[in-house]
């Protein structure tokens, strides 16, 4: 089943248009409602994000080798975001719900000067957060654990991807591209 998903993830990333002459995004499917839990540990999901186009993002707070540049390039994201007076919000989802804490992600938040008013982290019940991450986000996320079952890497999109207010998602954006992040935050800027 999470091949299936991380499959149709490739097929939206290579089936991805040049957006730049394009007045209109595509709508590639709908986001079901969700309710996870925020770093300040209380209800968030899709009822908080009806009023705002956001970028979903996937971490673990445990990870030292693509979530740091991820956290960082969110940041930087986010200062546009403020910077233009957008609506635009980040959600970040925790792939390691079972050790991200709602404190953990709070400490992360700070540390990455998280502006509550721009980006939230998500974490949950194990169920939950994998059914929204793996089903309705249709993106990866799997352990590989040593010998000892010791979790050593979390398999997770490393796709920023755009929703807008009605839930849709509307575009997929390589997080390592620049120009790719440009473009985010014009096409953001449509919906």
């Not at 590639?28 to 969700?34: A, E, G």
């Not at 979530?67 to 390039?73: A, D, G, H, R, V």
């Not at 957008?86 to 938040?109: N, Q, W, Y």
């Not at 019940?125 to 089903?135: A, P």
């Amino acid at each position: 089943m999470k091949v299936i998903h991380f499959l149709t993830i490739l097929i939206l990333v290579s089936c991805k248009k040049d957006f730049k002459n394009h007045t209109k995004l595509p709508t590639y499917f709908q986001v079901p409602p969700f309710e996870l839990i925020n770093e300040k540990g209380l209800n968030y999901g899709s009822k908080n994000l009806k009023r705002s186009p956001y970028i979903a993002s996937f971490i673990f707070t445990q990870c030292t080798l693509t979530c740091p540049q991820t956290l960082n390039i969110l940041y930087q994201l986010q200062q546009k975001l403020k910077d233009n007076s957008s609506r635009g919000k980040i959600v970040t989802f925790t792939v390691d719900p079972e050790r991200d804490t709602p404190k953990v992600l709070r400490e992360k938040a700070i540390s990455y000067k998280a502006d509550p008013n721009f980006w939230t982290f998500l974490t949950g019940d194990f169920e939950k957060v994998e059914k929204v991450i793996t089903q309705s986000f249709r993106s990866p996320m799997d352990k590989f654990l040593d010998d000892d079952n010791t979790i050593i890497g979390i398999a997770h999109s490393e796709k920023l991807i755009l929703v807008d207010k009605k839930g849709s998602i509307r575009g997929l954006y390589s997080l390592n591209d620049k120009k790719e992040r440009e473009q985010l935050l014009s096409d953001m800027k449509m919906l």
